[in-house]
Each structure stands twice: as structure tokens, then as C-alpha cells.
């Protein structure tokens, strides 16, 4: 009994993986270039919407937005949006969108360098 109590206990404590966990997927996006920038390409699904993006690189000041009130639908096979950041040539970027359905919540990464010439 003794031990019964101290595996339960242990399990409580730790916790343990299942369907309530609340990390979200991640999932790889693919990236081209589109005239001066960066195309990031995911196949959403209908009824998919982008909750928050996040731009960082080791050398230029992040940037993130959210869509809390007003989600940003995305199309298929068009680029996801980078909202007119400045990506410099030389640099490497990490790029996540938050993207959201009725069901579950996903991430969207997409790690990359950035070369030829800036985008501004």
C-alpha cells in the first residue's frame, strides 16, 4: 500500500504527457524568394487564421504582432505575411506564426538566411 501512495504521488507531482497538454504542433514552413523577400509558404486549410507573428534574427531587433481581435486569414498558396519587415542580406531569421482552427492551435516555423541584397 506504502507503495501505491508513492507512485501515485510521484506521478501527480511529475505529471505525465496526454491530451490535455497544452504546447502547441510545431510545424516547418518552406521559404523562396519573391523579388527582395522572403516567400514563407505553409498549406493552410480552410478555416485556418494566424493568431501572432514573431521575427528575430541574432542582430536585429525583433518583432511580433498580435491578431487577438481580428485573426489574419491566410490563402494557400500565397506567401504568409512578413507586415514590411526589413530583412538585412546576411542575416538568419526564425519566423513563427501562431496559427489557430476550431480544434487546436499550431505553430509555424520557418528558420532561414537571408542573402542577396536587403529588402528596403
Known sequence: MKMFFIICSILLV???????DRLPET???DVTLKGKSPCILYP???????????I???TDKPFSKLFDDSP??????QCLPTFDYHFKA???YVVYYGLDNDRRQRLIQATFHFQGRDNK
Open 72 to 77: 489574419f486569414y491566410p490563402v494557400s498558396s
Open 90 to 92: 546576411g542575416n538568419e
Open 14 to 20: 511529475s505529471g505525465c504527457p496526454g491530451p490535455g
Open 27 to 29: 510545424l516547418h514552413a
Open 56 to 58: 528575430s534574427s541574432k
Open 44 to 54: 493552410a486549410k480552410l478555416g485556418e487564421r494566424i493568431t501572432s507573428i514573431q
